[in-house]
């Protein structure tokens, strides 16, 4: 049976109000039109996580999605601040509680999470103020060497939403390129939807085992979505859109012109097809190259 | 000029956990001058990194292209990091200490902050694990506070104890570069003491921008000004929209 269904779909079978939400990908393959149709079904109260929440987290607290943010770094890389996100925390415009950890630390509590152990153990955070930000960060003694680590509790989101280059119609995903934290994250949730650039026969990923990344098994849903990550990328697909990320600085500095962005390329629009047809020369300007590598024998 | 002081700290061969900004210009940098066989690893899972521009992000496709590995995120902080493999942590900071102490939380209050910054990211597990770290940061009073609003990445002592007798097990940071001097770490006490100075700064200048009584080491070495190679290939090669040399 497929699991392929729209992203309307998707979104409004297996994302509710009041969720615990991972939509991963570190720089690579964060799927925005996944976030793009939860601010369009108007979802609320939603505990977003994230190692960095990036563009679309700060696009998503400022439509009003956002009840809590849990993540390890706030910013836009190379370009600015989020600032949907600042002015959320520092005048509490709309409020925002958040929890906060270091990139090891979110790491650790999805590693956690899809383990189903309770805590994760580092060597880390000694001497710091993030204990005490953040009282979810604690120690245990090892019952084998006396020393004494740090913990994080374990993360089991509701619904984790990731992106891939391509899966089958039952969800058996395949990724290329940086791998983040997306294979914990998804195996730490209880429902899971694959955002994929090209939907492709069984045999194909059958073909290639070790480059699958998340097992159909654990996928609710798949949808088929070209570009749907922009203007973060797909290995092989298409690049990063640096020049958005470095726009978004001016553009979420002022909630007049965020609203106007929102109104335009995300209420404005039904899907991601329209938000492509609504920026013309896109596809050309980041395109990827090709640079295709040799296959390996799998044979026996 | 930071970028070319910091570039010429790393040796060829070395392995380096490269962060955002001035780091990953410095690294890109020396990459091109003295160490071409530098290990290039960044947070993102890329190992061996060959970046054929300058990577905005630390999480730039062209750190995968060439590369001698992608990893996950959970390898890169359990396999490499704590596993003590990481030879060079680079980091920046809205605020240095007297220890090397980093605040990149906030500034102000944590729970009402006046500027909220946007936090650790790897830093704080960096400062802990790698073998030496560097901090880079431009010198003003501000960022050189007698106390720090929040402690994000741990230094030479944290809250009046030594990173050793807290179980850290990298050296933790031993010079910090800026744009007027470096300062680097006594071995005995932990403090940052000012050790070379730029071509035309004096030690008032350096002193004036820092907010504690910082120590002056007797003999203080000159650091020689970036070369028309250094500059050339900062500007026009490696940064040419000016992203991180503002």
């Known amino acids: 049976m497929t699991k392929v269904v729209s992203m309307q779909a998707a979104i409004a079978a297996h994302v509710r109000d009041g969720d615990t939400v991972v939509i991963e990908g570190f720089t690579h393959l964060i799927n925005f039109a996944a976030g793009h149709e939860i601010i369009r079904q108007g979802r609320k109260n939603l505990t977003l996580c994230r190692l960095t929440p990036d563009l679309i987290y700060d696009q998503m607290i400022a439509a009003g999605c956002a009840k809590k943010l849990v993540f390890s770094w706030a910013g836009n890389p190379g370009a600015g601040s989020l600032h949907a996100f600042r002015r959320a925390v520092e005048k509490g415009t709309p409020p925002l509680e958040i929890e906060e950890y270091s990139h090891f630390g979110m790491v650790a509590r999805m590693s956690a999470g899809a383990a189903r152990l309770p805590f994760w153990v580092m060597r880390n955070y000694m001497g710091t103020d993030l204990p005490v930000a953040n009282p979810r960060i604690r120690t245990v003694t090892c019952p084998y060497t006396g020393e004494v680590l740090a913990t994080v509790p374990a993360l089991n989101p509701d619904v984790t939403i990731i992106a891939a280059q391509r899966a089958d119609q039952n969800g058996n995903a395949q990724v290329w390129g940086l791998l983040g934290v997306q294979k914990e994250a998804a195996f730490a949730s209880k429902r899971v939807i694959v955002v994929v650039e090209e939907l492709v026969d069984e045999s194909v990923i059958r073909a290639d085992p070790n480059r699958t990344l998340i097992p159909g098994m654990i996928v609710d849903a798949v949808v088929v979505e070209p570009w749907g990550c922009h203007p973060s990328y797909a290995q092989g697909h298409y690049d990063r859109d640096n020049d958005f990320y470095v726009a978004w600085e001016d553009i979420s500095r002022d909630p007049a012109k965020l609203e106007q962005y929102l109104k335009d390329y995300v209420y404005g629009v039904k899907d991601r097809a329209e938000y492509l047809a609504k920026n013309p020369g896109l596809t050309d300007r980041l395109k990827a190259k090709a640079q295709v590598c040799a296959g390996v024998n799998y044979g026996f | ?246």
Request: with cysteine; proline share 7%; hydrophobic share 45%.
């Open chain 2, 1 to 246: 000029m930071m970028a070319a002081v910091a570039a010429r700290e790393l040796q060829n061969g070395e392995v380096v956990f490269v962060g955002i900004g001035l780091p990953n210009l410095a690294c890109n940098l020396a990459r091109a001058l003295q160490a071409p066989e530098l290990v290039l690893i960044y947070e993102s899972g890329a190992v061996g990194a060959v970046p054929e521009r300058l990577p905005v992000s630390i999480g730039d496709p062209s750190l995968v292209t060439g590369s001698l590995m992608v990893c996950s995120m959970a390898d890169v902080f359990q396999l490499f990091l704590q596993n003590g493999k990481i030879e060079v942590g680079f980091l920046g900071g809205a605020q240095v200490d007297r220890y090397g102490n980093i605040n990149t939380t906030v500034i102000g209050n944590y729970q009402k902050p006046k500027v909220r910054l946007p936090g650790s990211g790897g830093a704080a597990e960096i400062a802990v694990h790698a073998q030496r770290v560097l901090i880079i940061s431009r010198l003003n009073p501000r960022a050189f506070p007698a106390e720090l609003d929040f402690l994000t990445s741990p230094g030479q002592r944290c809250k009046g104890q030594s990173r050793r007798a807290l179980g850290m097990p990298g050296a933790g940071p031993v010079k910090v570069i800026t744009d007027k001097g470096i300062l680097e770490s006594d071995p005995v006490s932990g403090e940052m003491v000012l050790t070379a100075i730029y071509p035309g700064v004096t030690v008032e200048d350096v002193k004036a921008n820092v907010g504690w009584d910082l120590r002056v080491r007797d003999q203080l070495d000159l650091v020689t000004a970036p070369s028309f190679v250094e500059l050339d290939l900062l500007r026009h090669k490696l940064d040419p929209q000016k992203l991180y040399l503002g």
